[in-house]
């Protein structure tokens, strides 16, 4: 067995030591079969909430009414959540209650496709009655049941279909097309911020354009905000290779495909229920971008981006060009870390100082003159100097 699993053993092993059983399920188990990089290991165990708080002194309840529970052991924290089935599904969505169960059976049950409903013990055995094992050596996502059955119970299940096949590179099973082409409507119940999750990784999957070919395929994009009169702008998001992109900046994209005007994009994004911290990174890379695809940086665009934007504008930019230029990006990084100021505060003058010299009272002129300033000091002609900008003034003054 291999890490995350390694560290996880005892854990398993400390709840079966208390009577209950306990298993390795879910994605970590899929991407451990498939040699794919793992991320978090969820376990699925016998014990009720309860019952697992008792049994490990550091707990935290994260979900507590879908019965997980986060563990604390020996620096590391685990996602424990007991075994349950999902019977009362009201309004195609993911149910309001849950049952705990005591059988494995049951829990693998009511997981959505095959390749996720494997466990696996601490001694590295598999427990897989729906063959995912199979599936994953065909290379096929099957659900666990018939697909319309378990699409009606969980319409979101059809928009995690499609990022997996993102992620995985996988093919849908042909019932489980059938199913989407028809039921795609019942996503219109699904909460936006469960299917931004799911986009945000069908974005960045590898195969986000055998993806993205399947959400305008089954007209699934029409139920995703703002995206309904974008077929043909889609189509064109395919066209970039965006491996590289964090996720504001795969925003940043989508937004500049979509071809929006200025004054939609912020309603865009909170129509995608993003957080407004990054709905304003998104507005300021996008706006550096427009300016960098119509001429190269001034050194006070430089400045008023910041390394953060400049590095994000730069990368969407080759991103856009189709280049892999990517060192153009730490020369322009380079150029800003060389500049005199990087804030207003660094600046050797204040507006008192303005006031005192020019024996005046305040006023828009103040600001107007700072600014002019700041940029003098960007440009090298002037020094970030109090007697030398003074200097300077005085100079300009006579001219
Ligand atoms: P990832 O690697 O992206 O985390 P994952 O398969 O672990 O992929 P999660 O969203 O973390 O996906 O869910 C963990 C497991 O819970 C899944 O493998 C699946 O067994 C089950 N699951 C998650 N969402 C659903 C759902 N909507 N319906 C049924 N089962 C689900
Ligand atoms: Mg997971």
Redesign the pocket.
């Known amino acids: 067995m291999l890490e995350p699993f390694v560290s996880a053993v005892p854990v398993l092993k400390k709840l079966e030591e208390a009577g209950f059983e306990a298993y390795f ?4 188990v ?2 451990f079969l498939l040699k794919n990089p793992i ?1 978090d290991v ?1 376990i699925a165990t016998s014990a009720t909430p309860n019952e697992v708080k008792k049994t490990f002194p550091k707990t935290v309840d994260i979900g507590i009414d879908h019965g997980t529970i986060l563990v604390l052991f020996q620096n590391k924290s685990y996602e424990i959540t007991t075994f349950r089935t999902e019977s009362e599904y009201q309004d195609f969505r ?1 149910p309001k209650g849950v049952s705990f169960v005591r059988s494995l059976n049951e829990d693998l049950q ?3 496709f095959t390749m ?2 494997i466990a696996m013990d601490r001694f590295g055995k598999l427990i897989d009655p729906f063959n995912g094992q199979f599936a994953i050596q065909e290379r096929m996502i099957r659900t666990v049941g018939q697909a319309t059955e378990r699409f009606q119970e ?1 319409a ?2 059809m928009m ?1 279909a499609v990022r997996f096949v993102s ?1 995985l590179g996988f093919e849908l099973e042909r019932e489980t097309v059938k199913a989407l082409d028809h039921l795609v409507p019942l996503l219109a119940h699904i909460a936006i911020e469960r299917k931004r999750a799911e986009f945000e ?1 069908l974005l960045k999957g590898k195969n986000r354009k055998q993806a993205l070919n399947l959400l305008i395929e089954t007209g699934l994009f029409s139920y995703l905000p703002g995206l309904s009169n974008h077929k043909e702008h889609l189509e064109e998001l395919k066209n970039y290779d965006f491996d590289t992109l964090s996720k504001d900046e795969m925003w940043t994209l989508l937004i500049f495909c979509l071809n929006l005007e200025e004054k939609s994009i912020e309603g865009f994004l909170r129509n995608w229920r993003l957080p407004l911290k990054e709905i304003r990174n998104i507005q300021r890379i996008l706006l550096f971008l427009f300016k960098r695809l119509k001429q190269e940086w001034t050194v006070y665009d430089l400045y008023l981006a910041g390394s953060d934007t400049i590095k994000s504008v730069e990368t969407l930019f080759q991103v856009l060009k189709g280049n892999k230029e990517f060192e153009s990006i730490f020369r322009w990084v380079n150029l800003y870390k060389q500049l005199p100021i990087k804030e207003r505060s660094d600046m050797k003058v204040t507006g008192n100082d303005l006031l005192a010299w020019f024996d005046s009272k305040g006023g828009p002129w103040l600001h107007e003159m700072l600014t002019k300033i700041e940029q003098a000091i960007l440009e090298g002609k002037a020094v970030n100097d109090n007697n030398k900008i003074k200097e300077w003034l005085m100079e300009c003054n006579q001219k």
């Open positions: 399920v879910g994605g970590a899929r991407d991320n969820d993911r009511r997981r959505d996720n409903a969980d979101l299940r995690r992620q990784k």
